[in-house]
Structure formats: structure tokens, C-alpha cells
């Protein structure tokens, strides 16, 4: 994978999860550095400068979603939200507030691993290639053009901007809001009927079977990634 | 029969308590302007300061005497509020400030003043009343002549008729203070000016200030403060338990009509009940022959009851058609031992014939002192002349001229057949358009009739013909016969048309009121009664109608209007604010912000306020009639009753409700013990055998354990999770996150979720192309697709089928999931959406019994519906139906049209 000695942060007050978390991530050869609270953690992305921050919401002494707008004041270092079930809400708010991605405790070891490379690997590459290719679909951002097992396929403008925005943040969840806002614009906040009906043609287009997606994935209740 | 002690019932100590609260009034009470009221008053203030009492000034008229002000220097003062009015800048009392600053006692001078326009009160007494409420003590001054049941006795000495008077009721615990000096004295004060400027002097002197004047004022002023002291006196004596001479409970009745004469009567029952400390009792008896009343009559009834009310009298209506023996009958049923009536000027002619009422109640008196004020004959003479022209104005010809072509004919025909008919059996005949005009159209026709017939009689009948002389005298027997059948006919006819016309009327309120209370009465939903209740006022009065309501933070909040604008003004608001804060009607028709442009209720239902019910009257010169205002108090009692139910009713629900949560918890702990700790269980038997590390457990058998702990763990967080939804759900708390989805992909999703399970099992898919999005939350409904699915796994043989049907219409999307596993006895299909509720287990099925109520309390979230189902083929299927919603269109766009054709034909697939 390449991405042996990459460094990752993790901010968690409870030691079970951070014990957890370090053993298996230690073994598949992270660099791994502790924090169990908010302050110790904006300190420690400054001394142990991390490429990857996995932050729990439930923070003892400031909210998650304030340690995120801290982040991302001056820093564009991936962040992955680790968050409870119910909370679609503040999954939505996080990501909005430019966390990278979310894992719902409990989770598998394996898809944390998953996560955490998808995160540490878009974070890289991909966002300044003209080309981006995702296996059989390839964007092409220069010819605004798309093509799926090498046959062009014809996209309205719309369809295509709405294509380009999640191959830019390929790997990354885009909320509803963040999709209307940008491909529509920022009236278009409410009206998730269009992200359905053109996520659906996309799909159509671009999906060998659209019912089953294997690029344009549902984050159920939170918002759409390609992968 | 001595008055029996009244025992102490907790309305009477609530009042007690109220009364201790509420701030004590002191009234410098003087004969006239002059006397030293305000001086008097300034100098108990600064006594009171110099003991330290925190006493402010809130207003007080200094009339520019030097020696006025110079007392005031030092006091602390409330600044006055500035008015606009009419572009004059007008300074008032500022209420607010003072309630605001709260200080123990404030000075308020002339309690009897007339508020500037836009004032909260219209007079400043009611300032004065509030402060009081508000514990506030207040010092005021106030001349006799200004107190309401001295109005027309004073007018009657000093021939100056006061307007702003101050009601007896609020005087009545003030402690009174009296200021007096001779008369030589004030008129010399006057004529140094130290009482008006010199011009306003002159005149004053000439005008009010005689010797004679203010003497007789001197002595009321006495008087009225004797008064008060002998009523301390005894109160004192009986708290103390001093027995004593005490006077039986006497009773004294006003006998009132709409005339402008009963206010006079009111107060003269005032000052005789106050000094027998007796009860006052204002009657007033509606009689038939009243109908119709003319407004300027209804308006005067209005006003001489408003007096009653000020004057704290109780108010009886009576019915009825005798109005001597009503009002006998209600002095016996109430024990009346006095009587006032008024007697008219003028007396009618049936009056004289029958006696009038004043002469019938003395006859039937017997026991009861009867007091005859008499009245002033101008005024009812300009009652009657009122009478005679409306009287004229109803007069229609028809009748008169179908009475003389009936006339006609019978005389033709007894100037042919007369000789064959004979006099008696014509007279007979012209019987018939008497009885016939005067039971048809009343008196007047009646007695119309009868004249004509007389007439006609005497000049074609009676012989000599064509003259009025009449040859056989006997015949004017016949003529005496006619007129009286005429008019008892007319009389009895007119009077049973009035009475039936009352009795409508009546009829048509009584039945408003029995129709809002039944339609009220069954209704648990506080909008539906609310409508009603507007829907039935505005039926039956000309105005637009607002009901508010208190929310949460106590904030009235307009629930329901005949009309939406007018009910949203802020200082109307406000005024409904004020009702709603003092339980007291305001606004429009009263003297507490009467400016406003509606008139408030309070709901009030057993001391409690439910809220507050606005009219706005479309015409504001249409002032409510006396019977008007006590069916819309009626129709307020009832909304508060209604409003007081439902609320006790949503009271015992959520005592249900908790004693239903109760009931919850115990099957939770019961259900959940198992279900928790068999897992808890096996996965510590497992992670502590592998903790061992014993080389007897092989690979395979490490694997097998670490497989055991997985399956346990996942297990718990399902059922955690099962206990979190349930627990949102029935909290309330869960909040819907809705949003346009396409149903293909949440069933995708669920699908995903269940993975290996579902995989190896026989699935299928029936799903239409083209489904409309639909509008719920992504996340829960997808949660009752996996909770079904789940639930067909669990209850079907491992080789047996599922399906997943989806079907839609234009009104419903309706999901089926359907398993071949065993049935579900009838009885139960209801029953396995309850809590904890497991019916078909063949064998030991893990679970809680949630998965079902969960899917069901979140399907009615959604405004769905689920149920189960046998299926004539064997197994079960349980089918949930969502509303589908039109989709909000996009706007046109080539984009989405031309593709639209290219839809997968493929429905029907497996996976």
C-alpha cells in the first residue's frame, strides 16, 4: 500500500477504544501518537504533525465539531469522525465542517482499515490530476469527459458537474447539502429531489448494475462518495 | 331571623389571603376643592419618610400652590409619562414605572381624575385599584361630591352635576382620612387665591363655594366618614368576638327599568344599603310588551346595570309578564325588606285603568317597606312621544285595506238581503272583519275595525240610513259589543304574538348555547372546540372573534380566529395580556382600555385562567346589549369549561403515559436480562478459555471461540440498539429527518446491512420501474426494512423463499415482505406489534420482541400504516403502506427529458 510509517493522531477520551485502535494500527505499521482530549490533541497536530487525524465527537473538555472549524482553519490534514449511531445529524454537521469521512462504533476492524487508507490515499493524489480513474469509470476533467470500459458516455452539464464534484473528492463523504450547494448552488440546499433523480441517472449511465453501485456508493441518511 | 355566621370556606380564606397581599388605601377625603386634602396628605408623607418608610410621589397636582410645592421638595418623585394626544403633549401617571419600582407607599393624588386618552385605565382609580393588587399602599386624595352614591344628592344641592365619580366598592376598606375647615375659612383661602388662580376664582366663588354649598357638603363629607368608622367599629367587634345587637340580614331591592331615571333609583339603594349595611339587589324584569326596545332604551338599561355592577349590587334579569308579581315573587324568594321603585311622571291610560305597578307592588307588599322615588316628568314624556312615533311608523295599510273591502261586501250584502238577514245576524256578520283584523294584526287593527264597523253599521244598517243618529237606542248596546271584542281580541292577539316573539328570541339563545355545549362537549381536540366556539359567535353576533391561548412559556399565543389580521396587532396583544394577567374583561365596551379596538374575556373555570376569548365588533358604535353580553359570558364560561377538560384530560394522560412507561420498564428488565446476559455469557466463557492460552485447544477450536465472542457481540449491539430505538420512539424524542428518496435505494441499503443472511437464502425482488421518490427518512425507514427482512430470516426454515413485493399507486407505496415460514394464529396478528410481544417461535429465537413495534412505531411516524397477514399460500406477510407525495417538480430542463426512455427493463431479478 505505501503507506507504512504514514503518522496518524488519534483524539479519544475513552482507553479502551484508544488501546484498541493503537495495537491494531501498530501492527499494520502506523505511526500512532494518543490524545485524550481536545486541547491535548490541537497541541499534539502541531508537535507530531499527523497525516491523518481519527477524532471522536464526544470530546471531555470541547465539542468534536469544534475541534474540526479549529482544523480547518489552518490545516487540510484528513479527519476521520468516529460517531454513535443515532447521530446522523451530527455526522452531516461534522462532514459539512470538512471532516473527510465517519465510522459508527461499534465497527469492524477491517473497515476502519479501509477508511483509513481510502482517507490517507485521496488525500495525496488525485484532487490536481486532470485525469482521475475509479477501475472501469474515468473522468476526464480537461475534455469534460466520461468513459466507462473505454466507451464514452454522454452526460448532461449537470450530470457531469455533478460526476466531477464527487470524483474531486473521490474517497470523501459529501453530504446532501454540500452536493446541492455546489453543483445547483446555494438555494438549491432543500431540495434533495434533484440529487435523487440525478444520482439515479448517473447511475444509469455510469453503474454496470445501478441497483447495485460500485462507484457512486449511499452513505444511508448522510450523503453520497465515490469510490 | 338572625343572619347565620358564614363557616370559613377556602374560597373566603383564599380572599383573605388576597386581601392581606393586596396594598391598604388611604383616602384625605374633603367637602371641597381647597381644604387642605393635598397638604394634608404631603405632610402625612414626609412624616412617614422621616420614619424611614420607602414613599414615593406618583403624581401630584400642585394647582401652583406655594405652599403645596414647597412640601413636595425632597420627596422622591415618579417621573410623569408624556401623552400625544390630539398633537397636545399631556402628562399622566406613569402606572408602569411605579409597579416597577415597587415602593411600599405611593402618593397619588385625585383619585377620582379622569385619564388622558390611550391610558391603560380610563380612570385612575382603576391605576389605583392595580397598584393595590400589585401590594402597592397608595395615599390619595378625594372630594365627596366625587363619590358615586353622593352624584345625584350633591347635584341636587350645588345644582352642578359631577361626571367623574369614583365607586363606593373601592372606598369601602380605604381608611378614610377626613380634612375639614369652616366655611368662612375656605372661602377666605379662595379669595387669596390659594385654591384656584384668581380669574377661575371669581367664579368658582359664585358658582360652588356658598356658604349654604358647602356646608351641606361638609356634613356628607362627615357623614360618609362616620359611616366608615361605625363599620370599623363593628368589624372590629365581631373579629374580637364582641357580641352585640347585630342587624338581621337586611335586603334591599332596586326595582330598575331602561328609563335614565334608575340611575338615581341605584344609588339612592345604595346609600340606604350601606347604612343598613344591608345587601343591595338591583331587579330588572323583561316583560314581552318590551319587544322590541329601542336602542337608545337598551343602551340606558346597559348603563343603569353597568352602575349596579360599579356599585357592587347583585344583578337579577327576571322574565315574565306581570311585572308587580315578579318582583314580589323575587323579594320573598330573597328575602327583600326593603323596596325602591320609581314612579313615572306620567301615568298611561292602561296604567290608570289597571293601576299602576307601583300601586300593585304596594297592594301585594305586605311586609316589605316599599320606597317610591318620584320621577322627573320630563323625561318620560319624551319616552312616550318616542313610543307614539315609532308606533306610527309600523303601521302598514295593507291590513286596513282588506278590512274595509270585507266591510264592503258585508254591507252589500246586508243592503240587498237586509230585510231577509235581520239586523242581529248582520251585526253578527260584522263580527267577523273585527275578530279577523284584531287576531290577525293586534290592537290597532282591532280597534280600527271595530270603529269602521260601528260606523258602517250605524249609517247603512240601523235605520234611520245615511245618518248617525240611531232610532232603537238598543242598538248601541251592539256598538259597545264591537268595540270591546275588538279590542280584547287585539289586546290578547298582540300580546301572545309579542310573547311568542320573546320566547323565539329566548328560544334562539338558549339553543345557540345548548348547541355549542353539545358540540363541544364530547370533543377531546382543544382546535376543534375552539372553532367552534368562534364558528358559533360570529353566527350570532356581527364580529370577527380570536381566541388565545397560553403556550409553554406562558405566552398567550392566538390559537384560532374568524379572521386572521386583526387578531395579530401588538397592542391588542396586549390588552389580552392585561386579561389574561388580572382576570378581568377589557377593551372595547369597558373602562379598562376601553381604546382598544376588541373587547377580552378571560377563561376562567373554577379560579383558574385557561386564557383569553377577543371580539372585535365590525361596527364599533354597535355597543352589546345586556342580554348580548350575558350569552357571549355564557358562551366564555362554557370555552373555559371545555378548555379546563381537555387540559385535566391531557393530565390524566400523561399520568397514563407514566404508569404506562412503568409498565414498560418492568418487561424490559425482564425481557432484556435473558436476551443480555446469554451473550454476555458465552462471549466471557470464551475470551477467558482462550485467555488460558492451553495447548489443548487447537487452531480450529480458537477460531471457533473467537467466532462464538463475534456472534455474541454482534448480537448485544443489535439488541442495544433494538432498546435505543424503542426508547427514542416512545419518548418522543425521535425526530424525522425526511427528505426525497428513492425507495429502490434504501431497500439496496437494507439489503447491504443484512449481507451473508440474506445472500444464501432464496430472495426476490418485485419491483415496478420507475417508482416515484418518496418523502421520509432515509435512515428509519431503512431500518424497517431490515427489521422486516430480519424477522423473515429468523421465522422461516433456513430453504424456504422470501419475497420483497413493492407496489404503488398514486396515493401509497405499499412494501410486502413475505416469508413461508409457520402462521400466525389469527388472534395474535395484532398483538406481534406489541412490546416484547413473541408469538411464533417453534424453537428458541433470539430477539426481544422490539423489531415489530419498533417497525410500527416508525411506519406511523411517516403517517403509515403496518399489519400482518396469513397468506392463503402459507406464510406470513407483513406489509407496510407510506403516503406517497407528489414530487415537487423540477423545472423544465431538456436534461431530465431526454433520457427518460432508457429505464431498465429488467425488474424481476435475483440476487
Known sequence: MGQTGKKILIIDDESPIQRLLKVTLTAHDYEIHLASDAKDGLDSILAFKPDLIILDLGLPDLDGLEVIKIVRDWSKTPILILSAREDEGEKIQALDLGADDYITKPFGMGELLARVRAALRHAGDSADQPVMTFDNLVVDRVKRMVFVDGKEVKLTPTEYELLKTLATNAGRVLTHRFLLDTVWGPHYEKEGHYLRIYIGQLRKKCEANPSKPQHILTEPGVGYRLV | MPKEERRANPDDLLADIEEERRGKLTVFLGAAAGVGKTFGMLETAREKISEGVDLVVGWVEPHDRPETSALLVGIPAIPAKIFEYRNHKLKEMDLDAILARKPHVVLVDELAHTNVPGSRHAKRYQDVEELLAAGINVYTTLNVQHVESFNDIIAQITGVKVRET????????????????????????????????????????????????????????????????????????????????????????????????????????????????????????????????????????????????????????????????????????????????????????????????????????????????????????????????????????????????????????????????????????????????????????????????????????????????????????????????????????????????????????????????????????????????????TEIFDVQVGILLPDETGTLV??????????????????????????????????????????????????????????????????????????????????????????????????????????????????????????????????????????????????????????????????????????????????????????????????????????VRDFRINCRPGLPLIYVDFVLIEQVVVNLLDNALKYSDPGSKILLNVRNSDQEIEVTVHDWGSQIPAEDLENIFDRFYRVRAPRQISGTGLGLAISKGIVELHNGRIWAENSLDGGVSIIFVLPSETVPEIPINAEVMSDGADRQEDSHYRR
Request: some cysteine; charged content about 25%.
Open chain 2, 166 to 537: 369614583v365607586p363606593d366598592s373601592i372606598l369601602e376598606k380605604a381608611r378614610i382620612q377626613l380634612m375639614d375647615i369652616p366655611p368662612e375659612e375656605l372661602i377666605q383661602r379662595l379669595k387669596e387665591g390659594k385654591v384656584y388662580v384668581p380669574n377661575q376664582a371669581a367664579k368658582a366663588l359664585k358658582k360652588f363655594f356658598r356658604p349654604g354649598n358647602i356646608n351641606a357638603l361638609r356634613e356628607l363629607s362627615m357623614r360618609f366618614a362616620a359611616q366608615r368608622v361605625d363599620r370599623q367599629m363593628e368589624t372590629y367587634m365581631r373579629m374580637n368576638g364582641i357580641m352585640g345587637p347585630w342587624p338581621a340580614g337586611e335586603r334591599v331591592m332596586v326595582c330598575i327599568s331602561s328609563s335614565p331615571f334608575s340611575e338615581q333609583l341605584i344609588r339612592f339603594g345604595r346609600r340606604i344599603a350601606v347604612g343598613m349595611k344591608a345587601e343591595l339587589l338591583v331587579v330588572y324584569v323583561n316583560t314581552p310588551r318590551q319587544f322590541p326596545m329601542k336602542e337608545k332604551e337598551k343602551d340606558q338599561l346597559g348603563k343603569n346595570l353597568r352602575l349596579a355592577q360599579e356599585l357592587e349590587a347583585e344583578i337579577i334579569s327576571l322574565n315574565g309578564e306581570n311585572i308587580a308579581d315578579e318582583l314580589i315573587a323575587m323579594a320573598r324568594q330573597r328575602n327583600a325588606t326593603q323596596m325602591i321603585i320609581g314612579k313615572p311622571g306620567t301615568l298611561g291610560l292602561r296604567e290608570r285603568l289597571t293601576g299602576s305597578i307601583v300601586d300593585q307592588v304596594v297592594r301585594k307588599s305586605q311586609n316589605i317597606s316599599v320606597h317610591i322615588i318620584p320621577g322627573k316628568i320630563e323625561e318620560t314624556r319624551d319616552h312616550q312621544s318616542d313610543q307614539r312615533s315609532d308606533l306610527k311608523r309600523a303601521r302598514n295599510w295593507v291590513p286596513y285595506v282588506e278590512i274595509l273591502s270585507l266591510m264592503a261586501l258585508i254591507t252589500a250584502i246586508g243592503w240587498k238581503w237586509g230585510s231577509f238577514l235581520g239586523a242581529v245576524n248582520i251585526a253578527m256578520l260584522f263580527l267577523l272583519p273585527i275578530l279577523l283584523g284584531s287576531v290577525r294584526w293586534g290592537l290597532q287593527v282591532g280597534i280600527f275595525s271595530s270603529i269602521t264597523a260601528i260606523v258602517i253599521f250605524d249609517l247603512f244598517i240601523v235605520p234611520p240610513l245615511l245618518s248617525f243618529s240611531v232610532a232603537d237606542l238598543r242598538y248601541v248596546i251592539s256598538f259597545f259589543i264591537f268595540l270591546l271584542i275588538g279590542i280584547y281580541t287585539g289586546k290578547l292577539s298582540t300580546r301572545l304574538r309579542e310573547q311568542i316573539d320573546y320566547s323565539r328570541k329566548r328560544e334562539a339563545q338558549t339553543s345557540a348555547l345548548y348547541s355549542l355545549s353539545r358540540e363541544i362537549a364530547a370533543v377531546s381536540d382543544i382546535k376543534t372546540v375552539l372553532d367552534s366556539v368562534v364558528k358559533k359567535i
Open chain 2, 558 to 759: 392566538l390559537r384560532t380566529s374568524s379572521n386572521d389580521e386583526s387578531f395579530l396587532n401588538e397592542s391588542e396583544r396586549a390588552v389580552a395580556a392585561w386579561v389574561y394577567a388580572h382576570k378581568q374583561r377589557a377593551g372595547w365596551g369597558t373602562d379598562t382600555l376601553g381604546g382598544a379596538e376588541g373587547s377580552y374575556f378571560p377563561l376562567i373555570s373554577e379560579h383558574v385562567i385557561y386564557g383569553v376569548l377577543g371580539i372585535t365588533p365590525k361596527n364599533r358604535e354597535n355597543t352589546l346589549q345586556h342580554e348580548q353580553q350575558s350569552l357571549l359570558e355564557a358562551f366564555t364560561s362554557l370555552t373555559a369549561l371545555a378548555v379546563a377538560r381537555i387540559s385535566l384530560t391531557a393530565k390524566v394522560r400523561e399520568a397514563q403515559l407514566l404508569s404506562e412507561s412503568e409498565k414498560l420498564r418492568t418487561a424490559l428488565l425482564n425481557s432484556v436480562s435473558h436476551d443480555l446476559r446469554t451473550p454476555l455469557a458465552t462471549m466471557i466463557g470464551a475470551v477467558t478459555t482462550l485467555l488460558e492460552d492451553n495447548p489443548i485447544y487447537d487452531e480450529t477450536t480458537r477460531n471457533d471461540l473467537l467466532q462464538t465472542i463475534q456472534q455474541g457481540a454482534i448480537r448485544m449491539n443489535r439488541l442495544v440498539n433494538n432498546l435505543l430505538d424503542m426508547a427514542r420512539l416512545e419518548s418522543g424524542m425521535l425526530k424525522l429527518n425526511k427528505d426525497w428518496y428513492d425507495l429502490e435505494e434504501i431497500i439496496q441499503t437494507a439489503i447491504e446491512r443484512l449481507g451473508q443472511a440474506l445472500q
